[in-house]
Every structure is written in structure tokens, then in C-alpha cells.
């Protein structure tokens, strides 16, 4: 049986496990890493759309990789709230990479799906995430997946149905 001094040692500041925390963090990181992936797939695509749809599709390209840096920056800021350091350098984002990156995308339904499919594979990442922060009761780090989660899911559903594919 753990003494009193030895339970408070086992959590963190926040009240959370001291080792699930740390491998919180270090997951939060593999999704920082990815989320920067997706943002420059975002970047390339908004300069280099072509076609008919041009002006919408850049103005929705635009209003994602926004959206993207701002979720970025709140993954960083989990991280460090965790006590973990928030990777920041190309050399960690590839190695840490996950989706596929996209090269030169100027056609509207390769655009789409690049971000349909980059969109499932965060929301793998951030399920495991959910599942692991759940099992400690860390509602921060919950609350920010569920958010990200049902957002991408509706623009999955979104592009889909922009796409004409059935879901």
C-alpha cells in the first residue's frame, strides 16, 4: 500500500499520473508533428489550385490551414501544460510523419481527397490520444480531441459530399 507522500509523487501538478502524462505528451507531440504536415499540404494546395473552382477552393484552403495553425499552436500548448517540450523542427515533423505529403497538387479532386485522407489519419492519432487521456481522467487533453474530432469528421463529411462520393 502506497503511503500518502508516495501517491503525491506519482501525479503531476495538474493531478495527473506523472509516467501517462509524460507519454500524453509524447503523443501529442506525434500529432503536433503531423498537424505541420497537414498545414503545408494546406499551404501548397491554396497557392497552387488550378481550374474552374479556383476561387472557392482557395478561399476554403485558406480558411483550413488557419484553422490548422491555430490547432497547432493549442497542441504545442497542451504539450507544455503537461510538462512535456513541444517539438518544433522540420527534422522531428518527418520523422514523426504520418500522412502523406502533397507534392505539386494543383487538380481540385486530388486536393480534396489529400485532405480527406490527411484528415483520417489525424483522426486515428487523436482517437489514440483520447483513449490513453480518458484512462486518467485528463479532460484537458480530452476536451481538445473530442473538439478536433467532431471537426474533422464534418469536413470529411463535407469534401465527401463535395466530391459526390457516399459515405
Known sequence: MKTKKEKEQATN????????????????????????????NLRGIHWNIRGKRFFDLHVKFEELYNDAQLKIDMIAERVL???GSPLHTFEDYIKN?????GKNVSKDVDAVQLIM???????KIERVILDESDKINDEG???????????????????????????
Open 81 to 83: 501544460t503537461l510538462g
Open 141 to 167: 487533453t480530452n476536451s481538445m480531441m473530442s473538439d478536433f474530432i467532431t471537426e474533422q469528421e464534418k469536413t470529411i463529411w463535407m469534401m465527401k459530399a463535395w466530391s459526390e462520393e457516399e459515405i
Open 97 to 101: 510523419n504520418r500522412l502523406q505529403v
Open 117 to 123: 485522407s490527411s484528415l483520417s489519419d489525424l483522426l
Open 13 to 40: 501538478i495538474l493531478g495527473l499520473p506523472v509516467k501517462e502524462t509524460e507519454v500524453i505528451a509524447a503523443e501529442l507531440n506525434i500529432l503536433l508533428s503531423n498537424f505541420q504536415v497537414y498545414y503545408q
